[in-house]
Every structure is written in C-alpha cells, then in structure tokens.
C-alpha cells in the first residue's frame, strides 16, 4: 500500500542554519504530497503542498519539490528560525486510497 | 471563522474505563476525519464521514473504538474499554469536499493516557 517514510528526528539545528528535512513516497498512480507542521500545543497545519510531478510547493520561507523519479519531496529552507521548532510531517493522498498517509514526523529544534 | 475543536485537550484513565473524545469541525464541512498518532511514530488514519454516514472506517483498531457523527455536525470517539495501547493523540480534521488535493483542517488533538 501507500506509504512515506521521512527521516528521523530531532533535527537540531542553530539559527539561520540551512535545513532539509528528506521525505520519499511509495505510491500507485498520481498522489498529491504534503507537509504538515505542529507548533507545540497546536494542532496540524498545511505547510505546503503540491499536486503534480515538478511543481514546487512554498509557504513561509519552506519549499518542496515533487520529484517523481525519486519519488521524493524534501523539506528545505535556507535559513532556519527559533520559530520554526516544530515537529514536521510529510504525507501523501490520492495514490491508491483518498485517505491522508503521514510519514512518522520529525522534531525539529532550532536554537539561537 | 472557528477552526476544528477537540475535548479534552488531555484525559488520563485508567485501563478498563470509558473515555469519549469529542470534535466540532468547521460550520458547512460535510467531510470530517479521525486519525491518531502512538507515541512517535506516524498519524494514521481512523475513519472519515461524509455527514452523518461512515464512508471509511478500515483504519479503526477494533470494536473496543465506536464513531458517531449525528445529525452531520460534531463527531465523538468512544473507546470502551480501554486498554493501554489505546494512548496516543487522536486528532480530528474536517473539510468541505474530499478531493484528493483538498486542504484538511486540524483540531490540535486530545492526549489520551490509559494508565
């Protein structure tokens, strides 16, 4: 079946530091990808998406790109804040099934 | 605009009880869904209504976990009884339509400790 597998955490990472957080899918057909982000003690919110091979998906200084031929779609950004501490996951919808599949989130931590 | 609204925020039982989790999506959603995450590893899907009608409930554990929607509106989670795999955060998220592409919105979870 459909799955995602992002890297392990905690990410920690000084402030302004460069960050990519690696995510690959495994998938029947054509799904769209996510990233989703939970700040500590809230809930999940879109960060990013994309819906086709190629296209980049951008918020807030993050960016990532559906690859198809490696069926990845890493989290990067070029200079990381304190406020960026937070647990990331990647996800997919639309391969086999229309449910959402999350990836097992990564902490990340950013210190000044 | 409200956002999706989940109760508690945290219930510590003890193996053997009830608990009953709560979630009010965002006015004019028909498409609401459970999902859970166990202690660090993924969030993974429970069931999806589409109002008042279960549309998906393959990723429910077992008949210990009921889902009710009446009326279309709020959603509530009984798990009955618990057990202590049961901990984990359940969240519930809600949309307008179900395409594939189609942004869910989040409640930030209730933390459910079975002790």
């Known amino acids: 079946g459909d799955s995602v597998t992002q890297m392990e955490g905690p990410v920690t990472l000084s402030e302004e530091a460069f960050l990519t957080i690696n995510c690959t899918y495994t998938?029947?057909?054509?799904?769209?990808l996510f990233w989703y982000v939970q700040y500590p003690g809230e809930g999940l919110q879109l960060l990013l998406k994309?819906?086709?091979?190629?296209d980049k998906g951008s918020n807030k200084g993050f960016e990532a790109t559906y690859r198809k031929e490696t069926t990845s779609f890493h989290l990067e950004k070029g200079s990381v804040q304190v406020s960026d501490s937070a647990v990331y996951f990647c996800a997919l919808r639309g391969g086999a099934t229309n449910k959402l599949i999350f990836g097992t989130g990564t902490l990340l931590a950013v210190q000044p | 605009e409200a956002g999706v609204t989940q109760f508690p925020s945290h219930s510590v039982i003890e193996k053997g009880q009830t608990v009953t989790l709560r979630c009010d999506p965002i006015?004019?959603?028909?498409?609401l869904y459970w999902y859970r995450r166990v202690m660090g590893k993924e969030i993974k899907f429970l069931l999806h209504?589409?109002?008042?009608?279960?549309?998906?409930e393959s990723g429910m554990p077992n008949n210990r976990f009921l889902a009710e929607r009446t009326g279309g509106t709020y959603s509530t989670l009984k798990v009955q009884p618990a057990e202590l795999e049961d901990s984990g955060v359940y969240f519930c998220?809600?949309?307008?339509?179900?395409?594939?592409?189609?942004?869910?919105?989040f409640g930030s979870g209730t933390q459910l400790s079975v002790l």
């Open positions: 006015s004019g959603h028909d498409n």
């Open positions: 998220a809600s949309s307008r339509d179900s395409l594939f592409n189609e942004k869910l919105f």
């Open positions: 994309a819906t086709k091979a190629d």
């Open positions: 209504f589409v109002k008042e009608s279960k549309q998906d």
């Open positions: 998938a029947t057909g054509y799904p769209s």
